[in-house]
């Protein structure tokens, strides 16, 4: 299975499984009296219309390059992940103000059971955490890590929703209010953890440089090159699940163009074949007695 494929297949795994946890946190928050998994139940929602436009961008992203498109689509991941912060951010702000609504007002005392449910959904989000952000580091998706961040942010709100409703019960009269309390704070870490995942998506979009191992081992993998001397210059930019490269190389001086022109080709096969995910690799050749002048 290719990255494309093994991304995708992720991605369906998290609409299915939050559609079914908005359902469980719904009903189980409006039987139970609890705000906090009612709160959890918005969160919950939004990542399913989150993991479809995630769904969305990976199908654009991996269609061919074309004339309009010459280097491929996958730069719609990263403006995805900006839409998937905003659904995150806008869910945050939601819960903000509703906890705040219900704190001015007189709230029931949660019921007992519902720590069982939240119990259940903390263990299966940490679970879906893991197995989609593994994903997101093996196809290289920035969109596919804001989808695993959607399952830790919504684990953080089930734990303040298990914080609060444990407080409430322990607590007893007068402290009902602990569960609107766990519900904003819960607000305020999905705001922190939106920045997590919107700030390397804009290093993507602003072609900022962040792969210093992807160019410890473009060098290392060059020079396995025959008629590789060294490396110069490496810029690296990604689109997507794909990496561009431009690269320097430094080759005998004396030997012929045409000499030159199929070391740079077996090069560029060379480090496509043996470094995954590379897609457009330019080669420069750099003749050694000008770079040690």
Same mark, same amino acid.
């Given at each position: 299975?290719?990255?494309?494929?093994?991304?995708?297949?992720?991605?369906?795994?998290?609409?299915?499984?939050?559609?079914?946890?908005?359902?469980i946190k719904g009903l189980?928050?409006?039987?139970?009296?609890?705000?906090?998994?009612?709160?959890?139940?918005?969160?919950?929602?939004? &990542?399913?219309?989150?993991?479809?436009?995630?769904?969305?961008?990976?199908?654009?992203?991996?269609?061919?390059? &074309?004339?309009?498109?010459?280097?491929?689509?996958?730069?719609?991941?990263?403006?995805?992940?900006?839409?998937?912060?905003?659904?995150?951010?806008?869910?945050?702000t939601l819960i903000a103000?509703?906890?705040?609504?219900?704190?001015?007002?007189?709230?029931?005392?949660?019921?007992?059971?519902?720590?069982?449910?939240?119990?259940?959904?903390?263990?299966?989000?940490?679970?879906?955490?893991?197995?989609?952000?593994?994903?997101?580091?093996?196809?290289?998706?920035?969109?596919?890590?804001?989808?695993?961040?959607?399952?830790?942010?919504?684990?953080?709100?089930?734990?303040?929703?298990?914080?609060?409703?444990?407080?409430?019960?322990?607590?007893?009269?007068?402290?009902?209010?602990? &569960?609107?309390?766990?519900?904003?704070?819960?607000?305020?870490?999905?705001?922190?953890?939106?920045?997590?995942?919107?700030?390397?998506?804009?290093?993507?979009?602003?072609?900022?440089?962040?792969?210093?191992?992807?160019?410890?081992?473009?060098?290392?993998?060059?020079v396995e090159v025959q008629?590789?001397?060294?490396?110069?210059?490496?810029?690296?930019?990604?689109?997507?699940?794909?990496?561009?490269?431009?690269?320097?190389?430094?080759?005998?001086?004396?030997?012929?163009?045409? &000499?030159?022109?199929?070391?740079?080709?077996?090069?560029?096969?060379?480090?496509?074949?043996?470094?995954?995910?590379?897609?457009?690799?330019?080669?420069?050749?750099?003749?050694?007695?000008?770079?040690?002048?």
């Amino acid at each position: 299975m290719n990255t494309d494929q093994k991304a995708i297949r992720t991605i369906y795994f998290s609409i299915i499984g939050n559609t079914c946890l908005a359902l469980i946190k719904g009903l189980a928050g409006f039987f139970g009296n609890s705000y906090a998994l009612i709160a959890d139940a918005i969160e919950s929602t939004t &990542d399913i219309f989150a993991s479809l436009l995630v769904l969305f961008g990976l199908k654009y992203a991996i269609r061919p390059a &074309d004339d309009n498109h010459p280097y491929g689509h996958g730069k719609i991941e990263p403006l995805i992940t900006f839409i998937v912060v905003a659904f995150l951010v806008t869910s945050a702000t939601l819960i903000a103000y509703e906890g705040i609504q219900n704190l001015q007002s007189q709230q029931e005392m949660p019921s007992s059971w519902t720590l069982l449910v939240l119990g259940g959904i903390i263990a299966w989000k940490e679970i879906s955490y893991r197995v989609v952000i593994k994903k997101s580091k093996e196809t290289h998706s920035s969109s596919l890590k804001a989808d695993a961040w959607h399952h830790r942010s919504d684990a953080i709100t089930s734990v303040m929703a298990f914080l609060g409703i444990s407080i409430a019960l322990i607590g007893g009269e007068g402290y009902e209010k602990a &569960d609107d309390w766990a519900a904003i704070l819960a607000a305020a870490f999905i705001l922190y953890n939106s920045y997590l995942i919107f700030r390397p998506a804009l290093g993507e979009i602003m072609d900022e440089h962040r792969y210093d191992d992807l160019l410890a081992e473009i060098r290392k993998k060059a020079v396995e090159v025959q008629g590789i001397l060294d490396t110069e210059k490496c810029y690296i930019r990604k689109a997507g699940m794909k990496y561009h490269v431009d690269l320097h190389a430094i080759v005998d001086g004396e030997i012929s163009v045409r &000499d030159g022109h199929e070391i740079a080709h077996r090069l560029k096969d060379y480090l496509v074949a043996k470094i995954p995910n590379l897609e457009h690799v330019l080669i420069h050749i750099e003749p050694e007695e000008v770079i040690e002048k």
